[in-house]
Nanobody, 128 residues
């Protein structure tokens, strides 16, 4: 089992920045990838970004590409989502997830079905 806990959400004005953190614990040596998703109540959970733990390869949703940066720190099993140039439409509840599934292409990590371990989420509010 792997547990993930998000932190770093908050309120910011449009154009501002926030950094979300996600700390993994438990059997972290089994993790193959971690991802971030976001969700507005009543909508499906939307992919934001993912990172392959070994090697650090990343993938981003088109809506955040160039504004968000995902990174990891191996020693603490933590990933960081740096969010810059925030827009009102980025306001959502952000969820971190982890998986031990290994797929040949990083695109497989853009779907919620890939991930077995989820955090409780952290709220991001962006005012215009």
């Amino acid at each position: 089992q792997v547990q993930v806990v998000e932190s770093g959400g908050g309120s910011v004005q449009a154009g501002g920045s926030l950094r979300l953190s996600c700390a993994a614990s438990g059997r972290t040596f089994t993790m193959f990838a971690m991802g971030w998703f976001r969700q507005t109540p009543g909508n499906n959970r939307e992919f934001v970004s993912a990172i392959i733990w070994s090697g650090g390869r990343t993938v981003y949703a088109d809506s955040v590409k160039g504004r968000f940066t995902l990174s990891r720190v191996n020693s603490t099993s933590t990933v960081y989502l740096q969010m810059d140039s925030l827009l009102p439409e980025d306001a959502d509840r952000y969820y971190c997830a982890a998986t031990n599934l290994k797929y040949p292409q990083i695109q497989y990590y853009q779907t919620t079905r890939t991930y077995a371990y989820w955090g409780q989420g952290t709220q991001v509010t962006v005012s215009s």
